[in-house]
């Protein structure tokens, strides 16, 4: 019998595969290396970072008169990151403040040539600084990253153009904001709550498309729900009025305020869809009269665990229903199930 | 009436993760003359209200902190005998109607939303320690 | 006529280019994880920064069942009542534990009976009653007759009032922002059915309070051994599955869940030990089979710390369950294998699982055997049998450091340089006893899985059902 030995073609093919992987493994361990080397590099170059320019950024934002130091080219970075974090979290004349020292270290021409060649995050924090700092020289590259591939890029660069002219931006970001489904929903609701002009135009939109009922509306509502407006919404009876659609009209329930929009609620009530009649029961406790407590008993007695659950926290919430007329609808109801669901939640309001 | 210039020595405690932030509200809170007592996360905060021989003037919190949050440690100054009635005024990025209530319920003093404005925060701050002078 | 030689030769080509085709799929998963680590990680910088918060986070109901828990269950909950989420509520479903779990639970959360109207959606051992917490409004407690971890976890399903549900072990550690982070796939895509994290060893971490405070190495070696399995496993393994949508697993100890699709595929089964496995497959399957549109993330975020197994018998156990699950899981829903419209999952993810994960023990100790085997017959040179040695280990040497600059460029946990050392370290001794050994231990699971499988053993099971992992 042969030898099975190093000639063999298997054992040939299992040498070079074992040499090579291993030759891969050194170099990935190489890698690993240098990363962490980097990686230690960098936290010290920040640390003395920190040290050097933190106390005069913090004098600026007070308002003290400070000589900086002269900025390195390794330090840009890591002064953007620290005055956008400053920038993301103060307003008024401590922000404008930190606008005048990148000002006067001269920041504005290598931010915007950072927007458009650094990396991604930097380019990240570069359009997030040029809109705190109302940069109109960067508009029309903001405006081109509208349509960039990164969504993070894109809805960053969007509140950015919001930041500079919240007018001009509208016109420009509503449209991206219908056709880009890849947006992140926070980062959205947060940038149309940041500026009351896109807010107002935003919800405008909104009203229009309910007028001529886009595709897109669903989608459009989840944002206005999240937006949670402090205003009445008018469009909210169109769309009671016109939709079709439980989930439409799920979402117009739950933004109702208005009592003169308890009919349409109440023409709710039967609808045929449970998630709706959750809805309505939610909006009766709302805005509800004593005329809508036989409503709400009669949704008591629904087969879904929700409608049952809302219809009995909207009738132990109502302001001019007291506790005994609570134990007497309990007395009088012949449904367990409804009985079982009032005891429940008047359990859940006595404990904390 | 009590102003500025009765309480030189107030001692503040500020609870704050986020580095540059703390910074800058010790820094802030130095320059109006104000002493400072910082803590960078729940635990901290947890084991100074435990252990501080006495309680500061006034504590400025966060509300998302690592390991025990804002609203934890109210409760806890709220339950602490020798803490209670000490002005907490929170400095949070929350902004949502049930935290600011919340807050309050739990015995905030006051609530500023992030982002905020220094002059307004020192003024907040100077309204609570004298209103506890007074 | 064949002769011996022919037949070493032939299966020598067999092991090989077995070896060849599995690593080929490592290597292809490991570019698919780097892939995606890079469209993630960007924007994580600026992620930090303060945000203002919007509030929309969805509703999460955490269910934690719990068999037998009564030294550690108070302190799981009260870490799992400090995470940072505005809108949460805690289910704890107590599976007729025989030790003092409920009173524990009674005691410390000041528990008073319920009048809960419980819904039934999936049918589960009878119910002994509900008690919520007067202290904290959004924690109840479910008590019911012992079913097993599947039917507590259903149990908690019906009770559950929210959209999401978290199934969470008992003993899991988690991080306040767990389920911050855990949501953010829900959000931002409403087809998302289900998104797992990465779990990580917590031996020899510093825990206090329930939480992490700090990540260091266990000292026990086999935990250590695991530190680094996990990190494959989770950081190349699923992240690529994920990439390609081909996502077959998520961890039982923290899983994210749509709860209307869950009671629509019919809950967890409680006739299996792998139940986390066997719902991620059914969804797959049943979805896919309705032709419903729906994605399933993995996020490379840690969200979880485990406790691992110290001991050899434990951790044999339990690699031996994992195997049987595994194999449930596979057999109950072959139906996805290369179906119509199974998508990457049918196509690619389930032939992989079969071939290398659900078989791949029976060819990797063959393999070993025949080796060994040939050696002694002297009819394998001392020279080729080092050789083929030398290229498993290499190709496995190969798959660990990729996931481990795939963890030095993502999220570094393990900060201190003599950490990465000893994890470097604990990378190359595994290929020497350990890895064999866990391939004995797989293969030990596939025989008893088929031995007890025309058995009925519901009684051995039930209790199986608890054990840790």
């Not at chain 1, 007291?322 to 134990?327: A, E, L, N, V």
Request: hydrophobic fraction near 45%.
């Amino acid at each position: 019998m042969e030898f099975v030995a190093l000639s063999d073609p298997s054992v040939r093919l299992a040498f070079w595969l074992g040499a090579s992987s291993v030759t891969i493994t050194l170099i990935l361990i190489f890698r690993v290396v240098m990363l962490r080397l980097f990686l230690l590099r960098r936290e010290r170059h920040s640390s003395q970072f920190t040290e050097r320019w933190q106390p005069p950024l913090l004098r600026c934002i007070m308002g003290d008169h400070v000589e900086f130091p002269t900025l390195h080219a390794n330090d840009e970075m890591d002064l953007i990151y620290l005055a956008v974090h400053f920038h993301e979290t103060l307003r008024g004349d401590a922000k404008d403040r930190i606008n005048q020292a990148l000002q006067i270290l001269e920041l504005g021409p290598r931010l915007r040539s950072i927007l458009q060649d650094g990396s991604l995050d930097e380019r990240l924090a570069a359009a997030t600084a040029l809109g705190h700092m109302q940069d109109h020289l960067s508009w029309d590259v903001l405006k081109s990253l509208l349509n960039d591939g990164s969504s993070a890029l894109s809805v960053i660069a969007a509140r950015s153009l919001v930041l500079i002219d919240a007018e001009a931006a509208s016109t420009l970001v509503i449209p991206v904001i219908i056709s880009r489904r890849d947006w992140p929903t926070p980062k959205l609701v947060t940038m149309i709550k940041e500026s009351a002009v896109l807010q107002q135009e935003f919800l405008q939109q909104v009203a229009r498309d309910i007028q001529h009922r886009q595709p897109y509306l669903p989608r459009m509502m989840r944002l206005v729900e999240a937006i949670r407006p402090n205003q009445p919404l008018p469009f909210i009876r169109d769309l009671l009025n016109i939709s079709d659609d439980a989930e439409l009209i799920s979402a117009g329930l739950r933004l109702t305020r208005d009592p003169e929009d308890l009919d349409l609620i109440r023409g709710r009530a039967d609808d045929r869809h449970l998630a709706v009649q959750v809805q309505v029961a939610s909006a009766l406790g709302r805005l509800g009269t004593e005329a809508d407590v036989p409503r709400l008993i009669a949704l008591l007695n629904s087969r879904e665990w929700w409608v049952r659950y809302r219809a009995a926290q909207s009738l132990i919430n109502l302001p001019f229903l007291g506790r005994d007329s609570i134990t007497q609808i309990i007395g009088e109801t012949n449904d367990p199930f409804a009985r079982d669901m009032l005891k429940q939640v008047l359990a859940e309001t006595v404990t904390p | 009436m009590a102003t500025a210039s009765n309480t030189p020595h107030a001692r503040i405690l500020i609870i704050e993760d986020d580095p540059p932030i703390a910074a800058l509200l010790e820094f802030m809170l130095n320059r109006e003359g104000l002493q400072v007592i910082m803590a960078a996360d729940g635990n901290q905060a947890q084991s100074l209200i435990a252990t501080l021989p006495q309680p500061p003037d006034l504590v400025l919190l966060d509300l998302m902190l690592p390991f025990i949050d804002g609203f934890e440690l109210l409760d806890q100054i709220h339950n602490n005998p020798a803490w209670r009635g000490i002005p907490a005024v929170v400095l949070s990025a929350k902004s949502q109607e049930q935290d600011i209530v919340r807050a309050f319920n739990l015995g905030a003093a006051d609530y500023v939303v992030k982002p905020f404005q220094t002059n307004e925060l020192i003024a907040r701050i100077r309204h609570q320690l004298t209103r506890r002078r007074s | 006529m064949i002769s011996w030689h022919d037949i070493i030769i032939i299966s020598q080509w067999f092991f090989l280019i077995y070896f060849l085709a599995i690593n080929s799929c490592y290597l292809m998963l490991n570019i698919f994880s780097t892939l995606y680590v890079r469209s993630y990680m960007p924007g994580k910088t600026l992620e930090e920064l303060p945000q203002i918060y919007s509030g929309l986070e969805l509703p999460i109901s955490i269910l934690v069942p719990a068999y037998n828990e009564e030294k550690s269950i108070a302190s799981s909950i009260q870490s799992m009542l400090q995470l940072n989420y505005p809108l949460f509520e805690i289910i704890v479903i107590n599976d007729e534990s025989t030790d003092g779990t409920l009173r524990e639970l009674i005691e410390k959360f000041s528990l008073v009976p319920f009048p809960e109207a419980y819904r039934a959606h999936l049918k589960t051992a009878a119910i002994l009653g509900i008690y919520c917490s007067t202290r904290h409004p959004n924690l109840r407690v479910i008590d019911k007759r012992n079913g097993g971890k599947a039917d507590a976890l259903n149990a908690g399903i019906n009770a559950a009032r929210y959209p999401l549900f978290c199934a969470v072990d008992a003993d899991s550690v988690l991080q306040r922002t767990s389920l911050q982070r855990i949501v953010r796939p829900f959000l931002e895509d409403h087809r998302v059915v289900a998104a797992g994290g990465t779990i990580r060893v917590g031996n020899g971490c510093k825990i206090s309070g329930g939480f992490l405070q700090e990540i260091r190495l266990p000292s026990n070696p086999l935990a250590l051994l695991q530190v680094v399995e996990y990190l494959r496993a989770f950081l190349f393994g699923r992240l690529g599955w994920s990439y390609i949508g081909g996502l077959l697993i998520i961890s039982g100890a923290f899983g994210l869940f749509r709860k209307e699709t869950v009671i629509a595929v019919g809950g967890y089964h409680i006739d299996t030990v792998g139940e986390d496995m066997e719902l991620v497959l059914r969804i797959h399957r049943v979805l896919r089979k309705n032709k419903k549109a729906y994605r399933m993330v993995f996020l490379p975020d840690p969200v979880a710390w485990t406790e691992v197994p110290e001991d050899f018998r434990s951790l044999m156990n339990q690699r031996a369950r994992w195997q049987r699950g595994l194999s449930e899981s596979l057999i109950g829903n072959i139906g996805l294998l290369f179906s119509r419209n199974g998508g990457a999952p049918g196509w690619i993810a389930f032939p992989f699982m079969i071939l290398f994960e659900w078989l791949g023990p029976v060819i990797e100790v063959s393999g070993y055997i025949l080796m060994i085997t040939l050696y002694w017959l002297g009819l394998l040179s001392v020279t080729a049998f080092l050789v083929f040695i030398f290229a498993a280990i290499g190709l496995s040497l190969l798959a660990s450091f990729s996931s481990l600059l795939l963890e030095e460029v993502s999220f570094h946990m393990y900060k201190r340089p003599r950490h990465l050392a000893l994890i470097m370290v604990t990378v190359i001794i595994e290929n020497f006893g350990f890895r064999q050994l866990n391939s004995i231990w797989r293969l030990y699971g596939l025989i008893q899985w088929m031995v007890y499988r025309k058995r009925n053993w519901g009684a051995m099971k039930r209790k199986e059902h608890w054990e840790k992992g």
